[in-house]
């Protein structure tokens, strides 16, 4: 195969060196739905075949045909130090040397819950858990158990996982692929599930246990709430006598030590954290108030239990990371994440697209707008995403070797490993990828 050295990356050149990645991904295909394990990673909504990840340090990955990017995934925002951190990776191993799993407990579980609970104020016990997912389910199991309510309110665009009565109206994969909810799942499943508009304080009615919510949602790209919104929950709540949970999984740990309610000035009833705790290995966490935490059993009659939960290399490397995340990181992450921000602003709008880079702290993402204007909620997320820019955008800086997330409706997670030089290389990477946009549009 020839190709003129310095050319625009053209197609045979991606197909050339994308060999064994499509040869895996038709494997895939052959033994598992869509040939991932997760919906996103699929690349169904960008077009192309999803790179086959061989190996990763610090702010690049590397796939299975030699290619290095610079990667702005990070695991969904697990890996906050960089991938394979070497004291992560240390105390991963020094676990496994004393056994991966014993179903009984441990001291690692005990110090990562006072790591947890002494970081995060109002949050004064933590169960842990494997996933997210699990979290949220069990946060909501508890509510309704504590209260003695049925019905739960959750924001359209918020992605909390995927259990049954979570799913409406999901961001994340939910809106990736478009769908309203999921096949499988019964109205009955959902018949207690009452789906607002984000950042507009909804009437709470004393039959509603909880109103769960990503206190910053970043399931559909980053809204930041508006003034007010988070303030209003937590009077809503207070008097229907409704539990607020607030789903921390992505921001807990990543904006700051304490996270959301703390950065917003507003205390939850309920926190669920994952992601960054786990330091890339499956761990996530429920906590909050000791009255409401006691319900759970063995203390009390609200049932949940995991063969793995507080699973040992997950504490390991969650007490290894949450040992070396001080302050000081998240001001420089901040920092870093700012420049990135206002650098791609800049690049964009530079070739012509119109966009909304939206950023707050540690976190940012890309919002194409034919409008121009900001994006507040799940149906103006929805409407950027539909302007088609992301897709070839996407594959543009792919091209370039810097790895955005997948879907228009993720957002960027940049890691303490990204050097100001790679944030210039991505800027520099985004105007050339908008321009070869626009002159594709033509
Ligand atoms: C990722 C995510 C979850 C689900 O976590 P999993 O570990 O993927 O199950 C829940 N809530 C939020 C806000 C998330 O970003």
């Not at 033994?31 to 919906?39: I, K, L, M």
């Not at 800049?346 to 012509?352: L, N, S």
Request: charged share 20%; net charge negative.
């Amino acid at each position: 195969m020839t190709e003129t050295v310095g050319a625009p990356a053209g197609r045979s050149e991606a197909e050339m060196l994308g060999r064994r990645s499509r040869d895996l991904f038709d494997r895939a295909l052959r033994v598992t739905p869509g040939g991932v394990n997760s919906p996103v990673r699929a690349f169904g909504s960008v077009g192309g075949t999803p790179y086959f990840v061989a190996s990763a340090r610090g702010a690049y990955v590397t796939d299975a045909d030699g290619n290095e990017y610079l990667d702005y995934v990070q695991s969904w925002g697990a890996s906050i130090l960089g991938h394979s951190h070497p004291a992560v990776v240390r105390a991963v191993q020094a676990a496994a040397e004393r056994g991966t799993t014993y179903g009984a407990p441990t001291e690692g579980e005990v110090l990562l819950a006072e790591a947890i609970t002494s970081a995060v104020p109002g949050c004064d016990e933590v169960r842990l858990v494997s996933s997210g997912t699990e979290a949220t389910m069990t946060a909501v199991r508890l509510a309704r158990g504590v209260t003695g309510r049925p019905r739960i309110v959750k924001f359209a665009g918020c992605y909390h996982g995927h259990s049954d009565g979570l799913l409406a109206a999901g961001g994340s994969g939910v809106a990736t692929l478009g769908l309203p909810g999921s096949d499988g799942v019964t109205p009955a499943a959902v018949a207690d599930t009452l789906v607002m508009p984000y950042g507009v304080v909804p009437e709470v009615d004393e039959d509603v246990a909880c109103v769960i919510v990503e206190p910053v949602a970043a399931n559909m790209g980053l809204v930041v709430p508006p003034p007010g919104f988070l303030e209003g929950l937590r009077e809503a709540c207070d008097a229907a006598g409704t539990l607020l949970i607030f789903d921390e999984v992505i921001t807990g740990f990543r904006l700051s030590r304490a996270g959301a309610s703390e950065l917003f000035g507003v205390r939850p009833d309920l926190f669920t954290f994952g992601k960054v705790i786990g330091g890339g290995l499956p761990l996530a966490a429920l906590g909050g108030r000791r009255d409401v935490m006691e319900h759970l059993a063995p203390a009390g009659r609200v049932y949940q239990a995991g063969t793995l939960s507080g699973n040992p290399l997950a504490t390991a490397a969650g007490l290894a990371v949450l040992g070396l995340l001080k302050e000081p990181d998240y001001e420089a992450l901040s920092g870093r994440v700012a420049r990135l921000a206002a650098g791609l602003l800049e690049a964009i709008r530079g070739a012509g697209l119109p966009v909304e880079v939206p950023v707050y702290r540690t976190l940012f993402s890309i919002f194409f707008t034919d409008d121009g204007m900001p994006v507040r909620n799940y149906d103006d997320a929805v409407r950027s995403a539909s302007t088609g820019r992301y897709p070839p955008f996407f594959r543009a800086m792919l091209r370039r070797k810097v790895a955005l997330a997948p879907s228009a409706y993720e957002i960027g997670f940049c890691s303490l490993a990204h050097t100001d030089d790679d944030i210039d290389r991505t800027v520099e990477a985004a105007a050339e990828a908008a321009h070869e946009v626009v002159a594709q549009a033509d």
